[in-house]
């Protein structure tokens, strides 16, 4: 199934309405930018190599400029947190993945870590209902191998581990993770059925 405009705009609607969030823009750039250092410092503290050598500024640029890049405020308008979705899975993942056009890579999801917020933890759950709305049939990420703990978080999701690759910028091996939307989907769907009946 190829992406038509339509198709995007509907998802960036439903992403929009159910989570709350907004696209960023260019005016969101620096905020965003100082999020991911402060959660980079954080990580290092923890002893943890999660964007050690920095985030790549130049690739939130872009997706803000694509409209792939989202964001999260409270009422004050404090950013609460970022994330990107976009429909293209990036070079270094492995050539048989990216034959596939019906997929979301999830990028680029950053919590403030010093005032956590409810409405985050929210994040990933709904960007798998909003997917599975939209008839997506892989959400992709991926994160650093030296921290396990995001992994696991992951993992209580239903995203599971595919293969290992090396990060061309942060020379890093990454876990790349996968949820089968229609696999799960296809599960709830049987055991609704089996509820009614």
């Given at each position: 199934?190829?992406?038509?405009?339509?198709?995007?705009?509907?998802?960036?609607?439903?992403?929009?309405?159910?989570?709350?969030?907004?696209?960023?823009?260019?005016?969101?750039?620096?905020?965003i930018c100082?999020?991911?250092?402060?959660?980079?410092?954080?990580?290092?503290?923890?002893?943890?190599?999660?964007?050690?050598k920095g985030?790549?500024?130049?690739?939130?640029?872009?997706?803000?400029?694509?409209?792939?890049?989202?964001?999260?405020?409270?009422?004050?308008?404090?950013?609460?947190?970022?994330?990107?979705?976009?429909?293209?899975?990036?070079?270094?993942?492995?050539?048989?993945?990216?034959?596939?056009?019906?997929?979301?890579?999830?990028?680029?999801?950053?919590?403030?870590?010093?005032?956590?917020?409810?409405?985050?933890?929210?994040?990933?759950?709904?960007?798998?209902?909003?997917?599975?709305?939209?008839?997506?049939?892989?959400?992709?990420?991926?994160?650093?191998?030296?921290?396990?703990?995001?992994?696991?978080?992951?993992?209580?999701?239903?995203?599971?581990?595919?293969?290992?690759?090396?990060?061309?910028?942060?020379?890093?091996?990454?876990?790349?993770?996968?949820?089968?939307?229609?696999?799960?989907?296809?599960?709830?769907?049987?055991?609704?059925?089996?509820?009614?009946?």
């Amino acid at each position: 199934m190829d992406y038509s405009i339509n198709k995007v705009v509907k998802v960036a609607d439903d992403i929009t309405n159910e989570l709350l969030a907004d696209k960023a823009t260019i005016s969101d750039f620096a905020e965003i930018c100082e999020l991911f250092k402060l959660a980079a410092e954080y990580y290092k503290n923890k002893g943890i190599k999660q964007w050690e050598k920095g985030y790549d500024l130049v690739k939130i640029h872009q997706n803000i400029s694509k409209g792939e890049i989202f964001v999260i405020r409270n009422e004050s308008r404090f950013l609460l947190g970022t994330f990107a979705i976009s429909h293209e899975l990036p070079n270094y993942y492995p050539e048989y993945l990216r034959r596939n056009n019906n997929i979301w890579l999830l990028q680029s999801l950053c919590t403030n870590l010093q005032k956590p917020s409810l409405i985050v933890r929210k994040v990933l759950p709904l960007i798998i209902k909003i997917a599975t709305k939209n008839e997506i049939e892989k959400i992709y990420l991926d994160c650093v191998m030296d921290n396990p703990i995001l992994e696991c978080y992951y993992q209580r999701y239903g995203f599971r581990r595919i293969a290992i690759t090396e990060h061309p910028r942060y020379e890093q091996n990454m876990v790349i993770m996968v949820y089968d939307v229609s696999i799960f989907s296809h599960f709830q769907h049987s055991l609704n059925q089996q509820l009614i009946h």
